[in-house]
C-alpha cells in the first residue's frame, strides 16, 4: 500500500503579500491624492489673484481698477473649484529713489510731491492687492484641522507696476488719482 502525499505547489502562494501590498498602495496613493488638493487649489488662487491684479493694473484710472478687479472671470471659475474670495482690500505704493514709501489706500488720492514731476519723484507704483481667501478641502469635519478637514483660511498678496502715468487732457489731473 502506497501513502499519496500531497505535494505543495506554489499557486497562490504570493497573494497575501500581494494583497497587504495593493491595500497600501492603494491608501498610500488616496492619501496623496486627497491631501494634494489644497496645494494644488491654493497655487491655483494664488496665480488668480496676480493676474487679476495685472489686469487692474492696466486700467486708464486707479478708480476703475477696482471694477476691473470686481468684475473678474477668475472669481467665478475659483468659486467652481472650492476657492472662495473675499473682500480685497486695494491700494497704491509709491516708492522713491530713496527707498522711502508711501501707501494710498484706495478712494484717496496720491499727494502732489509723490505724483510724476513732484518733490519725491521719480517713484515706482506698485497697484497692491490683499485678497483673503478660504480653500475648500475634499473631506470636511465640524472640529477637523485646517486645510487637511477644515476650511483653510489664507491672506493672498499680490503686487504690479501701475501702467499708465499720464495726464487726462480734459480735467488736467493724473490718471493715477482718478
Partial sequence: MRIRRRHRNNKGYNLPEFAA??????LLVLSF????IVPFRLMMANSMVTSMVRRAAMAE???????????DPCVD?????????????VALVCINK?????TVPSGSRVPKDW?????????????????PATIQTLIKTDNGVPG???PLKVNLIATSCWENLGCDPNTKDFFINE
Avoid at 491624492?33 to 494634494?36: E, I, K, V
Avoid at 505724483?115 to 497692491?128: A, D, I, N, R, V
Fill in 21 to 26: 501590498t495593493f491595500i497600501g498602495f492603494t
Fill in 33 to 36: 491624492a486627497f491631501g494634494s
Fill in 61 to 71: 484710472k486707479r478708480s476703475l481698477s477696482w471694477d476691473v478687479l470686481s468684475q
Fill in 77 to 89: 471659475f475659483a468659486s467652481r473649484y472650492g476657492i472662495e474670495f473675499g473682500e480685497s482690500h
Fill in 98 to 102: 530713496a527707498g522711502t514709501s508711501l
Fill in 115 to 131: 505724483l510724476p514731476g513732484g518733490k519725491c519723484s521719480p517713484c515706482t507704483y506698485l497697484l497692491q492687492v490683499n485678497q
Fill in 148 to 150: 487637511l478637514t477644515a
